[in-house]
């Protein structure tokens, strides 16, 4: 029989702004029983992380918690009734009562290690101060033994070592890894996990996943796992809360969530991530491209390509030092095809995308663009400026769309920009264009007077995609154009460049992260490690039967959101 | 073209076009509405407009000139205005018993209760130009008979009416922080905006010229270039230096925020996109960086006001800005450089109060102003 640690009971957490009131966590009830793990699930908004921080009272202002309960239940050894039973809720923000729940009770952990550990202090010193307010009578030489057996713990490779480094001298895994050390360090019986691994690479993320499961198992923590990532939840959850709009929509088993969702939000949202599993059946349209190889040639074919950036240390200029951050890769791009370009951070994918657009200047080897007029032109080397057709043909999707559209101009500017640029329409013909192009990414044309910052940011990326599409392209570039958006507008963001691939012939090429996307929206995949491209082929063959070591990896590392195709831990 | 004109706009899911209720707002509307929540910028604000309607309007609101004089009346203590007379609307000052200290030769000033002096709205005056082509020939306020004494503010040493002498300086020491701010601003948003774009070597020069300003000491540097100007240049020459020299070490300021806005703009998408889209490089900082950070530029140019200020009113204090004839706050406070006469006339330091008050002003409508420029930061 598992003991309860942890019962939420009608929760309402409330941010009253100057006029309004957000209201982001609004009567949620859940129960965390020992050794479990509770994963809260939900798109951006949804109020998990508010939920999150109300059980640890650690709110930003104007946050407070307005109503319901947080029974914290205390055991004295292996009771199975609790010694105590503590509404958090009732507690003050900075009491001492609160204190203790935090010294020993549950700690934290966040999304961003960087900016969570302090970077002034030693990974030890930082684990050994939260070790010293659990045990305050502890010699400071047996707290740094103990900082480094938590760090072995972890599994880092040289726990002394990292125990005297800071965290800047850390990779992202190392300082989540550090981070949980700490969190651990106060022996809790509860660990909320905020989004841990969404900062990281997969097969990062994968290791991380498996750590805190063993954790959890050999330590009999209860843990609250918050995250976006379906995929995730299928992975590591025993029990799910689905949360929508500051509500649990539905909470139960792994098993009985993903096989029989109740409710509408969470079908949906089970039905975004596992659409994403199998190719999209806007795909199917396309003529295969094996068959008719021997006639068509390659739109783009890139040979050889090299991006190497020289980084100067100290003032003038001495100790240089070169990153190859693309070294050597070669692929084609046939006319109508999608190639995904996917690899981690640092693989080199987004420089080569710049590099085929003409924001940096390749290195070495050579870009050959096939153009409207079935001529060949060498990209490398090539500066496109003013009314080169080049930039008309070859357009861009960015990664972010808050960042890809300038605030100060309204819609209808930022799409009209390179249609005026490029000279072929203007006045009221230019308006009924970007009319046109809005009608077309399922934006309303009454919409062009707003400014960007009155959209979401789906709606956003529609807009950018209006604007890559605004001279009539026939090669986009998308360097990760649907990793800032939430599960479900994915599958509608990648439907909607299937779409436009029908209707305007165009070849993408595709630069992602995520393998799923790969598998949705791909016909041929290059894969990526630190600037090389390891392996390459059809999605079929690369995802099914990966030769490479790294691909090996990187697939097997990929959360997939169906727990009977998860491996067993 | 004509492939897409003819085709429907794809399907989408319900709940994927939804604005939130604000949009159509231009970002300048929105930050006027942050900034409408900020009490303390909008009563700075508010007292800013009316400190500089004052000084527009100086001729017509001072009771005299400000250069006029009245040798019996030196020193002469601020009256009270009284605006009813038992119960009838008839505004008066009380008139001055003058005893002189046949040892000290000392005037002193008490109220004489007997012999009440008149006071019109719209006296009639020596005809002028109201801000330099309306003619009028009434002032605001005024004693009827113009040789009475009517001291608001008291006197100074020579007998001259304080509050004609503080609404003209206004005039100048308001308007000489407007427009040293705006040549700095000249300055530090070109100098700023090469710097932050161009980057390299360019940025690295630009800087450190910068920080030779810096390093600079101030006051000695003003004290030189003031000292540099001709004794014999007229006062509105003199006007145009002083401003000048305000201006050549104030741009430093504006010139980093410039640099920094720049630095972080440039990095971002849309630049990215704007190069895309095939504009060219002055086009992409005057149509898509500048606008960006404008509103923060005007909000930095606010808060630089008050230096300027402060700089004009400690030249003149050390007597090597603006000199008498010219009235300013400045000049003004020269009048309270010894004990003696701050002892026996505080009002002489109105000037400084003046001072305090429109630095105040300006520094909390700048916060106001950042604080409401930055709503997507």
């Known amino acids: 029989m598992k003991r309860l640690l942890l019962s939420v009971r009608n929760l309402k957490t409330h941010f009253p702004l100057a006029k309004t009131i957000v209201k982001a966590v609004d009567g949620i009830s859940f129960d965390l029983f020992e050794g479990e793990t509770l994963c809260v699930v939900g798109e951006s908004g949804s109020g998990k992380s508010a939920a999150a921080r109300s059980i640890l009272q650690i709110l930003d202002r104007p946050g407070k918690i307005v109503d319901g309960e947080i029974l914290l239940h205390r055991y004295r050894e292996d009771d199975t009734t609790p010694s105590a039973i503590i509404d958090i809720a009732k507690l003050g923000r900075s009491s001492r009562a609160m204190q203790m729940v935090r010294r020993q009770d549950i700690s934290m952990i966040f999304q961003e290690p960087m900016s969570s550990l302090s970077l002034a202090h030693s990974c030890g010193d930082q684990i050994v101060e939260a070790i010293l307010l659990r045990h305050p009578r502890m010699a400071k030489r047996d707290a740094w033994q103990r900082a480094v057996e938590l760090l072995r713990q972890m599994q880092l490779p040289d726990p002394a070592l990292t125990a005297s480094q800071y965290p800047f001298q850390l990779s992202g895994g190392m300082r989540q890894r550090a981070m949980i050390a700490m969190a651990l360090a106060s022996e809790p019986r509860i660990l909320i996990a905020d989004e841990p691994t969404t900062a990281l690479d997969v097969t990062t993320q994968a290791e991380i996943l498996a750590l805190l499961e063993r954790l959890r198992s050999s330590l009999g923590l209860g843990v609250i796992f918050i995250t976006h990532d379906v995929g995730v939840v299928a992975n590591i959850a025993d029990r799910v809360a689905v949360m929508q709009l500051g509500k649990v929509v539905e909470t139960g088993d792994l098993r009985s969530i993903f096989d029989h969702p109740q409710h509408p939000y969470t079908r949906m949202l089970l039905a975004s991530a596992q659409r994403l599993e199998k190719p999209s059946p806007l795909r199917a349209t396309v003529v295969p491209v094996e068959s008719t190889h021997a006639n068509v040639r390659p739109i783009l074919k890139v040979r050889d390509l090299g991006k190497t950036f020289v980084l100067r240390r100290g003032l003038l200029g001495n100790g240089l030092k070169e990153l190859r951050a693309v070294d050597g890769v070669s692929f084609d791009v046939m006319p109508r095809e999608n190639v995904g370009i996917v690899g981690e951070s640092g693989s080199g994918k987004s420089t080569m995308a710049r590099c085929i657009v003409g924001l940096h200047n390749a290195s070495a080897g050579s870009m050959l663009y096939r153009d409207a007029s079935d001529g060949e032109v060498e990209l490398a080397g090539r500066v496109r400026k003013g009314n080169d057709p080049l930039l008309r043909e070859v357009r861009m999707i960015f990664q972010d769309p808050f960042s890809a559209l300038n605030p100060r101009m309204t819609v209808g500017q930022i799409i009209g920009e390179p249609i005026r640029l490029a000279k072929t329409a203007r006045g009221r013909e230019l308006k009924e264009r970007v009319a046109e192009l809005l009608s077309l990414v399922g934006l309303e044309p009454r919409m062009m007077e707003r400014y960007p910052h009155a959209f979401s940011g789906g709606q956003r990326q529609r807009i950018v995609i209006a604007r890559a599409i605004a001279t009539s392209p026939r090669l986009i570039v998308a360097d990760e154009a649907t990793s800032a958006l939430d599960v479900s507008l994915r599958a509608q963001m990648l439907d909607l460049m299937l779409e436009l691939q029908n209707r305007l012939n165009l070849s993408y090429v595709f630069i992602t992260h995520d393998i799923s996307n790969i598998r949705y929206f791909c016909d041929r995949v290059v894969v990526m490690h630190q600037g090389k491209v390891v392996e390459t082929g059809t999605v079929d063959a690369v995802l099914n039967a990966p030769s490479h070591d790294y691909t090996k990896r990187l697939i097997a590392s990929v959360p997939r959101p169906d727990p009977s195709l998860q491996t067993p831990q | ?377």
């Open chain 2, 1 to 377: 073209m004509t492939q897409i004109s003819d085709v429907s706009a794809p399907k989408v899911a319900p709940g994927a076009i939804k604005a939130p209720p604000d949009s159509g707002e231009t970002p300048f509307r929105l930050m006027w509405r942050k900034l409408r929540r900020h009490r303390l910028a909008q009563i700075s604000g508010v007292i800013l407009i009316l400190l500089y309607a004052i000084a527009l309007l100086a001729d017509f609101l001072a009771p005299r000139d400000p250069n006029a004089y009245i040798g019996r009346f030196t020193y002469a203590p601020p009256q009270q205005l009284h605006l009813f007379d038992g119960v009838t609307f008839a505004p008066f000052v009380y008139d001055y018993k003058v005893t002189v200290d046949p040892d000290a030769l000392k005037r002193s000033f008490e109220v004489n209760p007997d012999k009440k002096i008149p006071v019109h709205f719209f006296v009639a005056s020596e005809p002028y130009k109201l801000l330099g082509f309306i003619p009028l020939q009434h002032r605001f306020i005024g004693p009827a008979d113009p040789e009475s004494p009517f001291y608001l503010f008291g006197a100074d040493r020579l007998g001259r009416d304080m509050l004609s002498r503080l609404i003209h300086g206004a005039r100048i020491s308001l308007s000489i922080g407007l427009s040293g701010v705006m040549l700095s601003l000249l300055i530090g948003v070109i100098v700023g905006g090469i710097s932050g774009y161009v980057g390299g070597r360019t940025d690295m020069i630009i800087q450190r010229i910068i920080e030779f300003i810096w390093s600079l000491p101030q006051i000695p540097l003003w004290l030189g270039l003031a000292a540099a100007m001709p004794r014999d240049w007229t006062s509105l020459q003199a006007y145009f230096v002083i401003t000048i020299i305000l201006a050549l070490i104030g741009w430093t300021e504006l010139a980093r925020v410039v640099r920094g806005r720049v630095l972080a703009l440039k990095t971002e998408d849309f630049v990215a996109a704007a190069r895309l889209d095939g504009a060219s490089e002055l086009r992409i900082i005057l149509r898509h960086i500048v606008p960006s950070f404008m509103s923060h530029i005007i909000a930095v140019a606010t808060l630089a006001i008050p230096a300027m200020i402060l700089a004009e009113t400690t030249l003149s204090y050390l007597g090597l800005g603006l000199q008498a004839p010219i009235v300013s706050w400045g000049v003004l406070l020269r009048e309270a450089q010894n004990i003696r006469s701050i002892a026996s006339a505080p009002w002489l330091l109105a000037p400084g109060f003046a001072v305090i008050l429109a630095v105040l002003a300006l520094n909390f409508f700048g916060d106001g102003l950042r604080d409401a420029a930055d709503p997507y930061s």
